[in-house]
């Protein structure tokens, strides 16, 4: 349903870095940077490698509300263990805690997910929902 999905920043460079840190995990990588022209419209979009961009960070002129509760994005994984590291980089990398990696058995038998807020406020999960 979705073709791609971005997330205003107050600071471009602080979000770029922190995504490219939780994102690798999952497979996914920087596949676009525009730091050209007009720092208002500074970007960075994200996807599978080769491939175009899934999500995007755009620079902001200044800082916007991140949206509120019951807003959050989950970003498909490819094990526990990339769920995992998704969440131990995120940590490290200036984001909150907002649940531990772990099953979460009332969203389903086998979903396993992790929970963050990023350096902006964005709640954010990292989740794989088979057996794998």
């Known amino acids: 349903m979705l ?3 971005s997330f205003g920043v107050a600071d471009l460079r602080t979000a770029a870095g922190f995504y490219d840190a939780v994102l690798g995990p999952l497979g996914y990588e920087r596949v676009w940077t525009d730091f050209d022209g007009d720092p208002d419209r500074h970007a960075v979009g994200y996807g599978l490698p080769g491939g175009g961009d899934k999500f995007a960070l755009k620079q902001c002129s200044k800082r916007e509300s991140v949206p509120g509760p019951g807003f959050h994005l989950a970003f498909s994984a490819p094990s526990r263990d990339a769920v ?3 969440h131990e980089a995120a940590l490290r990398h200036g984001g909150a805690d907002n649940g531990a990696p772990g099953p979460r058995p009332r969203y389903g038998p086998a979903y ?3 929970f ?3 350096p902006e406020g964005n709640r954010i999960e990292a989740v794989i929902s088979t057996a794998a």
């Open 3 to 5: 073709h791609h999905l």
């Open 84 to 86: 995992d590291r998704f």
């Open 112 to 114: 396993y997910a992790a």
């Open 116 to 118: 963050v807020v990023d």
